[in-house]
């Protein structure tokens, strides 16, 4: 695993597709992010002209939650992934997509992983629930069956999570649709399909990696997906004892 982010090697190509990325999400996002994203890019100290240096960010970051961003190399295994998470350590990748490939990616560059993620490690109940899922993903990680619906949890909250407010406007608190143009004007557009969170409901609900999402889950309160916690984990246990007795 890659240890440093090693900062003097980006090149002003690299800062350069940072800019235009952050520029054209700073103006895309106001009014469909949820406001404590808004919040957090400030919190976190984020700017247009450059990437984000982690250790600057980290020092912001660490007092207000217990979180911090660490450089991970693009991959990283399951195992590891829920480890480093479940201590309040967020994997982020320090490559950064070149100025050819725009809006075309096949694994997470940086500005996924560090502008979409980040400023939402500024919520503790948020990152609570990140944190005791990734928990809870170790107790299961001998039973890929079992990852594999943790993952959906995963998926449809914290990369596609839509939250609906108290005016019933869905707004963006999924890192997979802050960080992309076109799936955070179709997310919260009228021809998505959106359903009420629900835990069965997502475990039964495979996920789409190469498009856009069919649909999305809306939560109205972050407190919600924690609340969750008890009902996954005995659905996990069911689904357990199931394999196990198969
Ligand atoms: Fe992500």
Not at 147 to 172: C, H, M, P, V
Request: charged content about 25%; overall charge negative; aromatic content about 12%.
């Amino acid at each position: 695993m890659n240890l440093t982010q090693n900062y003097s090697s980006y090149t002003e190509e690299n800062h350069n597709v940072w800019a235009i990325l952050y520029d054209r999400q700073i103006k895309n996002l106001p009014d469909k992010a949820v406001p404590e994203f808004l919040e957090g890019l400030k919190k976190v100290g984020f700017q247009s002209e450059r990437i984000p240096d982690f250790e600057k960010v980290n020092q912001r970051l660490k007092p207000l939650t217990g979180f911090e961003v660490v450089p991970a190399p693009g991959i990283v295994d399951d195992a590891l992934f829920f480890e480093l998470i479940a201590n309040k350590k967020f994997p982020a990748t320090v490559w950064i997509r070149s100025l050819k490939q725009l809006d075309y990616l096949e694994e997470p560059d940086m500005f996924h992983d560090v502008f979409g993620h980040v400023p939402l490690l500024t919520i503790p109940v948020y990152c609570e629930f990140l944190a005791k899922l990734s928990a809870l993903a170790l107790e299961h990680i001998d039973k890929p069956e079992i990852i594999d619906r943790l993952t959906r949890i995963y998926w449809y909250t914290i990369e596609f999570g839509l939250f609906r407010n108290s005016d019933g406007e869905a707004k963006i608190y999924g890192a997979g649709i802050l960080s992309s143009v076109g799936e955070s004007k179709l997310s919260v557009s009228e021809e998505s399909v959106k359903h009420d969170f629900d835990v069965q409901h997502i475990l039964d609900t495979p996920y789409i990696k190469e498009t856009f999402q069919s649909q999305y889950f809306c939560i109205d309160s972050y407190e919600q997906l924690l609340n969750s916690l008890p009902q996954l984990r005995e659905a996990l246990v069911k689904l357990r004892s199931k394999l196990e007795t198969v």
